[in-house]
């Protein structure tokens, strides 16, 4: 039984929050390659399976803990992260 495939998820991040992936978010091989060839656009589309935008959402996670004392980091890091869910279409009641 072949499993079925799960749609790319594109999302638009503006420079800001692809340096905050970069930094925080851990980002898996396809999307560290979009962020890092990205250049200097200001809105820049990246896209990848949802499984690795997940990653990434729970990696913020782990950063949001371990940058706590960071108020104004973490404000910036639940954001993305809650953007990042939105757009994925995940309930996060």
């Not at 896209?47 to 910036?76: R, T, Y």
Request: hydrophobic residues 35%; charged residues 30%.
């Amino acid at each position: 039984m072949k499993m079925k495939k799960e749609q790319p998820v594109t999302i638009l991040l503006p420079k800001h929050e692809c340096d905050l992936i970069s930094k925080y978010g851990y980002p898996f091989e396809d999307i560290k390659h979009q962020l890092d060839n990205a250049g200097d656009i200001d809105l820049i589309r990246i896209i990848d399976q949802p499984f690795w935008w997940e990653q990434v959402v729970a990696n913020l996670h782990i950063s949001l803990g371990e940058q706590k004392e960071n108020h104004h980091l973490c404000e910036k890091l639940n954001s993305l992260k809650e953007r990042i869910i939105k757009e994925l279409g995940i309930n996060n009641n």
